[in-house]
């Protein structure tokens, strides 16, 4: 497609299951980006993948969440033994290069997880 | 450490008046700053632009006024329209090789009166 895609949409699980969400970015896109949005609050950065380089995690939350990206394209965020306050709507962006600060990055509709 | 700070969650402004949307910054090594829309549901989609290279930049109704020395920056919609309504978040990136990642500040939701 032309523009990020994200899967699943919805996702309710049980509290202490593991999730999967997936990330497909644009292609062509070398950066790759994963936010969270919970509820009533702003974009949280979780990690950012910019092609080979090993990715920036700084913003994980804790060890629960992992991602990675495979190829240098599809990107899988996986939380662990998940908890309420993990519920949130996680977003997966990418854009064309870190390197050239002009250019914009490109949101997938989001994956919306509740943690019941 | 919040690097890019939107102060004010919401605001509220009538159909046809002006918007204005703030945002501050504390890295002055960030040069290049974005405006993102969020309608509910949807994810954000990029609405303008300015590098600090520039202190204005205009597209149609919506302008960026960058001010480097204060290190803020603001988002002007006029005139604003009921259509307009929806999170608006400011994001900034720059920095050391290593370190372009885009900091999003927490959004303001902006609601235009009809």
């Known amino acids: 497609g032309a523009g990020v895609s994200q899967s699943p949409s919805n996702k309710v699980t049980e509290k202490g299951k593991d999730v999967e969400l997936r990330c497909d970015p644009i292609s062509g896109h070398t950066a790759l980006y994963w936010y969270r949005q919970s509820l009533g609050q702003g974009l949280e950065f979780l990690i950012y993948?910019?092609?080979?380089?090993?990715?920036?995690k700084s913003g994980l939350p804790s060890d629960r969440f992992s991602a990675e990206r495979t190829g240098g394209s599809v990107s899988t965020l996986t939380i662990q033994r998940t908890q309420q306050e993990d519920s949130a709507v996680y977003l997966c962006a990418s854009s064309l290069n870190r390197v050239d600060s002009g250019n914009t990055i490109y949101f997938g509709e989001g994956s919306w997880l509740t943690v019941v | 450490d919040q690097q890019v700070k939107q102060n004010s969650p919401s605001l509220s402004v009538q159909e046809g008046r002006i918007s204005i949307l703030n945002c501050d910054y504390t890295?002055?090594?960030?040069?290049?700053f974005l405006w993102y829309k969020k309608y509910p549901a949807e994810g954000p989609t990029f609405l303008i632009s300015i590098s600090s290279i520039k202190d204005k930049n205009e597209d149609g109704r919506f302008t960026v006024f960058l001010n480097k020395s204060a290190k803020h920056l603001s988002l002007h919609i006029v005139p604003s329209q009921p259509g307009d309504s929806a999170v608006y978040f400011c994001?900034?990136?720059?920095?050391?090789?290593?370190?372009?990642?885009?900091?999003f500040g927490t959004g303001t939701r902006l609601k235009v009166l009809a």
């Open positions: 890295n002055s090594m960030f040069d290049y």
């Open positions: 994001a900034a990136i720059g920095g050391p090789s290593g370190t372009y990642k885009y900091i």
């Open positions: 993948f910019q092609g080979n380089s090993a990715p920036d």
